[in-house]
């Protein structure tokens, strides 16, 4: 009997390392893919703002936007994300604006300012996106980011691919890589398990 059960709790932690780390690599793996078809819209997720200035982090995901926009990758670049309490400006407004300052056309350019988390604010825009008779989207985040949205636009019912910024401070050292991936493979089993966002949980990581 000790045999069996030491046997079974094996097996439950293997299978549970063999889960973690094939997520990992999973996360791993998209963050280094680079996929610019043509499609109907560039969807740049949103990131913090301060009274209508992108955060370095966001200013990374726009730039690589318009450059998409500017090899022809999709006509349109759809800005998201809401607004805290006190804002003056949602995220999507903030992107918007500053794409526009650096050239893009204003008809170019669609802001979605709904959602203050990652899933939320991807079904405000697969709604926008679908009415609009549209379907499939390039997503523009931080590379360790981008499985999670990718899996979240899919089961907004969009195509997806997936064009990471490699810009910016989420990217510029090993170990902010390195807690980033693991923090995204904790974030991803949570919204499989729940089908909820873990962008304001604590994942004590």
Known sequence: MTRWFTRSVAGIVLVGLLIVGGTAFRVWHVARADERPEA??????GAAQYNGRPSEIFQARLAHAQRLYEEGVAATIVTTGGMADGDAFTEAEAGANWLRAQGVPSEALLAVGEGNDTLRSIRAAADVVTQRG??????????WHSLRAGIMAEDSGLTVSTSPTHSGPIVQTRSTQARYILRETAALLYYRVSKNPADHVDLGL
Do not use: C, E, T
Not at 134 to 143: E, G, L, T
């Open 40 to 45: 109907d819209a560039i969807l740049v997720l």
């Open 134 to 143: 549209w379907k499939h989207v390039v997503i523009v985040s931080d590379p």
